[in-house]
């Protein structure tokens, strides 16, 4: 396993890649999401985001905005509510 980010626009999405384990899926790594980094430009500042289910984003329920991202990226390694690494 390994850990990505990958940037589009004003979002880094931090992803959990695994190698092929089945013949049968092919060469390609899986990809799951875990979390979300956006910056909010008007203000500043960056937003951590949580996944569900359904594949939905949400605003992390308990952090707020940073102008660092270092204390985001602790909390998702962290993860003392569960909501990146379940």
Known sequence: MRIEAEVSGRDVTIVERWAPWCPDDGPEWTRFPVARLRYLRSRGVWRLYWRDRDERWHEHPEL???RDVRGLLH???DDPT???WG
């Open 64 to 66: 707020p905005f940073a």
């Open 75 to 77: 909390e998702i390694d």
């Open 82 to 84: 569960a909501l990146s």
